[in-house]
């Protein structure tokens, strides 16, 4: 217990950095098939109503600390960053973030402990230099009571399908939808029957391979052939499908470009390496029926067979 402890409040202080340099955060590595345990109710500061909040930013110079000069990593350039903290107790443990509009401005994150936070990222020189206009709210039930009256945490994903978003309660396997054509994050949350694979959620939009589907990826539950669990809910090919789990790392979020590719964001964590991120980068069309003819035809298996990934290391 005291490893798991440890590793967990090592992740946590890396995370408000982390969240701004390789969006989202890092979230708390768990099994899909099994039920998180529950915390301290000291470390929850569930948010009971919609708050202003401050929230101090720090830049931050380089990725890498050892060549400051650095700019690129493989694939990717690096831009800006910022340490983010706020003396706000329920501040911290962002595990999604996503853009409002296509400005790179406006934004909504959900922390694990059962919040939204919504605000403004500011520029400077082409480069973040803070936020503004922070907002801290419950996240709603279908009672309309905050989720944490009930017990639920660990809000771990968003997905945007215009007005409606759909949120990842890892505690309890649960999906939330929300229209925020009602009351933006007023709106109460109505449960989705999901299956129980809810670290990273992504809507396919239209004009794209599988348009209409909702892919939900564990973190890292495994399947039989030891491959992580993701399904297609909806869209032209629902069932279930599979990505290849490489050099033990987890899923932490996804997101889709404009071109229908899909982005995997994933992390591990050891006591020699330190911290390790990269994102992986999947094409829709790739994925294809696995050949298993036992299983019925609404929950196939797919098999998402190639991806190219883009790793970075951030040293002890």
């Known amino acids: 217990m005291l490893r798991k402890f440890t590793r967990r409040r090592l992740l946590k202080s890396t995370a408000a950095g982390l969240s701004v340099v390789a969006m989202p955060g890092i979230a708390r590595a768990q099994p899909a098939t099994q039920p998180p345990p529950k915390r301290a109710a000291r470390d929850e500061f569930p948010v009971a109503a919609p708050v202003a909040i401050e929230v101090n930013a720090r ?23 910022l340490v983010l903290t706020s003396r706000f107790p329920g501040f911290g443990g962002l595990s999604a973030w996503r853009w409002l509009e296509t400005k790179g401005e406006r934004f909504i994150s959900v922390s694990d402990r059962g919040s939204w936070f919504t605000g403004r990222i500011l520029y400077r020189g082409g480069e973040m230099s803070g936020l503004a206009d922070v907002e801290a709210a419950p996240l709603l039930g279908p009672d309309g009571r905050p989720i944490t009256a009930r017990g639920w945490y660990d809000s771990e994903a968003i997905a945007l399908d215009g007005n409606l978003a759909y949120v990842a309660l890892e505690r309890v396997n649960q999906v939330l939808r929300y229209d925020f054509s009602k009351g933006f994050t007023r709106a109460r949350g109505e449960v989705v029957p999901l299956p129980p694979a809810a670290e990273a959620l992504v809507v396919v939009p239209k004009g794209l391979p599988l348009a209409g589907t909702l892919i939900a990826i564990s973190e890292r539950g495994l399947d039989r052939n030891r491959k992580l669990i993701a399904f297609m809910v909806g869209g032209p090919a629902p069932g279930q499908f599979s990505v290849v789990r490489s050099d033990d790392f987890d899923v932490s979020d996804a997101v889709l470009l404009p071109n229908g590719e899909l982005l995997l964001l994933e992390r591990k964590f050891s006591w020699l390496a330190g911290l390790g991120i990269r994102i992986r980068r999947i094409a829709l069309k790739s994925l294809a029926p696995a050949r298993w003819p036992t299983a019925p035809r609404s929950s196939r298996p797919i098999s998402a067979t190639r991806s190219t990934t883009w790793k970075a290391s951030t040293p002890m």
Do not use: H, M, W
């Open 59 to 81: 830049p931050i110079a380089a990725f890498d600390p050892r060549d400051p000069q650095r700019k690129r990593f493989g694939a990717l350039e690096y831009r800006s960053g």
